[in-house]
T-cell receptor, first 114, second 111 residues
């Protein structure tokens, strides 16, 4: 299994500002995923990030709001731009394991927007 | 619309009993199915996957798949308080890489 770290673990931000979340993996992985999870809710996929290509965004999420970088096979960032209180959530990165559908998750970033 | 449905619970089970968690899916193209466990305040972790009809056992956990009925279940034998968590069911198609997630069932094991 992969070991994944995320920074920051939590943050409190003012509306209108942006926050960049970092995801670091201890091994090279092809596919990385960014999710959002509201308290008590299931996971919502924001985008899939493959190294060397543009991220693929799910319906309801756009690059201007959630730009993603994937500069190499062990690292990715997700930026939450022009934040509003509705962006308050837990943001999780995950990587695909050895089998399709097997994913390992980072510890998450807890974001509160005031 | 591809969907995976779960009863949100909470499902309360006495310690030592069998906990039965259920999941249905709408897309017959779904090929593989996964159970993730998420403790409160923690990230999901994979505990079982299954892709063939029938049962798959791993320790106290048994995953069951019935593709004709589009039904997946997870049985936890000899339930322990440490099994108290939210269990997320997910499905994937062979032609895709994206997991379709259920809303999760909250399981409470009462000592």
């Amino acid at each position: 299994s992969a070991v994944i770290s995320q920074k920051p673990s939590r943050d409190i931000c003012q509306r209108g500002t942006s926050l960049t979340i970092q995801c670091q993996v201890d091994s090279q992985v092809t596919m990385m995923f960014w999710y959002r999870q509201q308290p008590g809710q299931s996971l919502t996929l924001i985008a899939t990030a493959n190294q060397g290509s543009e991220a693929t965004y799910e319906s309801g999420f756009v690059i201007d709001k959630f730009p993603i970088s994937r500069p190499n096979l062990t690292f990715s960032t997700l930026t939450v731009s022009n934040m509003s209180p509705e962006d308050s959530s837990i943001y999780l990165c995950s990587v695909e394991g050895q089998g399709k559908g097997t994913q390992y998750f980072g510890p998450g970033t807890r974001l509160l927007v005031l | 619309q591809k969907e995976v449905e779960q009863n949100s619970g909470p499902l309360s089970v006495p310690e030592g009993a069998i906990a039965s968690l259920n999941c249905t899916y709408s897309d017959r193209g779904s090929q593989s199915f996964f159970w993730y466990r998420q403790y409160s305040g923690k990230s999901p972790e994979l505990i079982m996957f299954i892709y063939s009809n029938g049962d798959k056992e791993d320790g106290r956990f048994t995953a069951q798949l019935n593709k004709a009925s589009q039904y997946v279940s997870l049985l936890i034998r000899d339930s322990q308080p440490s099994d108290s968590a939210t269990y997320l069911c997910a499905a994937i198609m062979d032609s895709n890489y994206q997991l379709i997630w259920g809303a999760g069932t909250k399981l409470i094991i009462k000592p």
